[in-house]
């Protein structure tokens, strides 16, 4: 057997066992999750949880982002994310558990994340944002691109920081830009009132505001 041939009968052993089935299952959400919230989601223990993550982290089938006290596991890339749904869609009669957010729904659809927007707004900004090139990323760096220009000007933001940065949203679980580049957008945002300060880190988005994103964002931003 060649090393390809070895290769694909490896992932097809990972995938034969039920619980790594029940956890890629629920990663195809796109969102990340943690080895405890990812064995509740299977109903298994969480030490046994951590095992089979191990081994498909090793498989090259997901990837580790620490943040914080946190390490989250997500789906490696879309050409896995592709490959999985072919193959899992064989265990569509699998149980996978509802997992939870801990986030007060008051907080989900925009929030102060230190010094930058988060939550829902924040999460589909950066999405739609390097979709269209207003954002675009560079070895895990993120700066404005050519077609950020009419959205600068908009926002009176002259000369923008160069320097932006994933960070993974503590609700949506998918990644809200933040560093630099992050807070100064925020900081226009507010001053030109595309949103409000709430109470505590709530932001709100004014009617300006979400007719502003839906015009440079590509929709409407709503909290599920």
């Given at each position: 057997?060649n090393?390809?041939?070895?290769?694909?009968?490896?992932?097809?052993?990972?995938?034969?066992?039920?619980?790594?089935?029940?956890?890629?299952?629920?990663?195809?959400?796109?969102?990340a999750?943690?080895?405890?919230?990812?064995?509740?989601?299977?109903?298994?223990?969480?030490?046994?949880?951590?095992?089979?993550?191990?081994?498909?982290?090793?498989?090259?089938?997901?990837?580790?982002?620490?943040?914080?006290?946190?390490?989250?596991?997500?789906?490696?890339?879309?050409?896995?994310?592709?490959?999985?749904?072919?193959?899992?869609?064989?265990?569509?009669?699998?149980?996978?558990?509802?997992?939870?957010?801990?986030?007060?729904?008051?907080?989900?659809?925009?929030?102060?994340?230190y010094?930058?927007?988060?939550?829902?707004?924040?999460?589909?900004?950066?999405?739609?944002?390097?979709?269209?090139?207003?954002?675009?990323?560079?070895?895990?760096?993120?700066?404005?691109?050519?077609?950020?220009?009419?959205?600068l000007?908009?926002?009176?933001?002259?000369?923008?920081?160069?320097?932006?940065?994933?960070?993974?949203?503590?609700?949506?679980?998918?990644?809200?830009?933040a560093?630099?580049?992050?807070?100064?957008?925020?900081?226009?945002?507010?001053?030109?009132?595309?949103?409000?300060?709430?109470?505590?880190?709530?932001?709100?988005?004014?009617?300006?505001?979400?007719?502003?994103?839906?015009?440079?964002?590509?929709?409407?931003?709503?909290?599920?």
């Amino acid at each position: 057997m060649n090393d390809q041939g070895a290769g694909l009968a490896r992932v097809g052993a990972l995938l034969a066992d039920a619980s790594r089935s029940a956890m890629l299952l629920r990663l195809m959400d796109g969102r990340a999750y943690t080895a405890g919230e990812l064995a509740r989601a299977a109903g298994i223990a969480a030490s046994t949880a951590t095992h089979h993550l191990e081994r498909l982290e090793a498989a090259g089938l997901l990837a580790a982002h620490r943040q914080g006290r946190n390490r989250y596991l997500r789906i490696a890339n879309e050409e896995i994310a592709s490959f999985l749904e072919q193959a899992l869609a064989m265990h569509a009669g699998l149980s996978v558990r509802p997992i939870a957010t801990p986030c007060p729904r008051h907080l989900r659809e925009a929030r102060l994340c230190y010094n930058h927007l988060a939550g829902a707004a924040g999460v589909h900004m950066l999405a739609a944002g390097l979709a269209a090139g207003i954002f675009v990323e560079n070895a895990g760096a993120l700066r404005c691109g050519e077609n950020a220009a009419p959205l600068l000007r908009e926002l009176c933001i002259e000369k923008p920081s160069s320097q932006g940065r994933y960070c993974l949203d503590w609700s949506e679980r998918r990644f809200h830009l933040a560093g630099p580049l992050a807070s100064e957008l925020l900081h226009a945002m507010l001053e030109q009132r595309w949103l409000l300060r709430g109470e505590h880190r709530q932001l709100l988005l004014t009617e300006k505001g979400r007719r502003a994103m839906r015009r440079w964002f590509a929709g409407a931003v709503t909290a599920p």
